[in-house]
């Protein structure tokens, strides 16, 4: 996917905000549990506006329940436990300090036992536990409209990966799964077509045989134990797989983002990032941009993490700005323009940059912020930004529908041995589906899927 960097350097750590803390102030923290837990709390934030928090309350509970289960074997019970699901198609999981532990809803899409998530959080945990979060303070990013390097961010040692690979399955094993969960995911992870160029969860970690001969011999002799795998399916049943059309799509010249409900269009011959992949991240942010890249925009939802530190950090650039309020679409909004006259260039692109921002007070009381950038043109005017940022905001429109409908894991067990065409054909799913299918139940089209089996199916 084409990355394009977009903007707001914005916390400025000489001002004094009292609304969110800087990396800074977490690691000048009194004691090493008080940075610690400011630093968690930050990343967090960081973490769920970007990639947005999976809303399925009994889905969590589950995945929580898991987790807790196997965290308990770890040995930490001085450790709060927080596992949280986010709202991304790719197929990752992380581990931050104070016991965050964080896994997309892609990555439980792909997995297919209650065992196998038991072993990905036991090595998510086992990080933790062993202390090999600790480090990612060291690490911390300012709160910005810029995308967190994940794969920099949580890069730990190959010997800390090969050391919670072990710690974890004896972990889930200790609480009763069977210890094979951790081969059979990284299997599942590792199929060819799954997440070819994005780096995945199973990617960051010590090659695949390796670690299966690893997981192997941490399973120990005895491999009888609980798969889990009807629990496993019925919880994820209904869970959405790929990219959710209710977060922002472009449908016939318009970014529709029905979540916020509300719609604009896409200025003429504009690039923005092609369809999703299975397995790749996606993230609630969504960019465009002009054929030449001296211009762009980005759209963010600004309260989609627990507080709103990006909110904050986007007033904090706008305090600096001559702002007034209006109303688009029905809905109240504040508007603001960057530069001012303060010596601090704003750059896009590799130019000096105009930026237009907006917050819309959107949807059940959301707010999204709207960033339009263009760069300075040879005469040195911001003309461009402001007819952009015009034609932009007099097309938004109130629009509560997606264009299409998410596609959701819709369990069906098959009563007589069938091949995965023929159950496409058999309406498990659409037929340019067939090999998503067969990915998610880790199956070939080929595959004779054999009788009183249940699999993965999709539909809305
Ligand atoms: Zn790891």
Redesign the pocket.
Known sequence: MKQLALVLLVACGARDHHVYRLPSACQDADDAAEAEACGAWLLDEMMTAQLGVYEDPALERYVRRVGERVAAESGRDDVDWTFRILDDPGVQAWAAPAGFVYVTRGLLAFLDSEAELAAVLG??VA?VAAGHTEELLHRLPEPSMRDLDLATLFQ?HRDD?AQ?DQLGVQYAAAAGYDPSGLQRALAALHQPGLMEDAPSWSD??PPLAARLSLAARAAGPDPDGRHGRRRYLEAVAGLVVGRDPRRGVVAEGRFVHAAAGLSFAMPEGWEHPEDWEPGQLHTQWFRAWSADESMGLLFLPLTHARGSVLEAAIEAEMERAPTRERRIAGYRAVEGSLPVDDGKELHFNGGVAAVRMLIVHARDGHRYGLMVAANRTEDGSHGDADALYRAITESFRRERRPPTRARRIRPRAIEAATRVDELIRDGCARSDEATLVALLNELEAESVVPAERTIKCLAP
């Open positions: 090595h998510e990080h730990l990966e919670a960051r970690h």
